[in-house]
């Protein structure tokens, strides 16, 4: 499967801000996803990914709101890929200079058969 990963960096001057930047990846130039937003854990300080996602009327045991994905890999190797991917955009476009964004392309004989299965939306 062949996609582009497009990664912009956010500029925020909320210091309490975990968002890092935002990234989009257009699968096989027919498909784009975008808002994938790439956060920092607080903890660790390391970079993660969080795909589209809404607020629902869940609530959890906490009282904090519960949020479903729109959109996600299906199977773990294809995540782990995908995350890899954008993460490594990421971390090359924070080695350039402001301004000068890069655009990745990745291709990958990932096995369509593999994409069956895994949960449905809810």
């Known amino acids: 499967m062949n996609y582009i990963v497009q990664v912009n960096e956010v500029r925020t001057t909320n210091p309490e801000s975990a968002v890092r930047a935002y990234a989009s990846v257009t699968f096989e130039g027919a498909f784009k996803v975008c808002n994938i937003a790439i956060l920092e854990n607080r903890a660790t300080g390391e970079p993660f990914i969080s795909m589209p996602n809404y607020k629902t009327r869940r609530v959890d045991e906490k009282n904090q709101p519960q949020y479903q994905d729109i959109c996600y890999p299906v199977t773990k190797e294809f995540r ?12 090359n476009q924070t080695k350039t200079k402001p301004g000068q964004g890069r655009e990745q392309e990745r291709k990958n004989n990932y096995n369509r058969a593999n994409t069956s299965g895994g949960r449905g939306c809810r």
């Open 80 to 91: 782990e890929q995908l995350y890899g991917d954008i993460l490594a955009e990421y971390r």
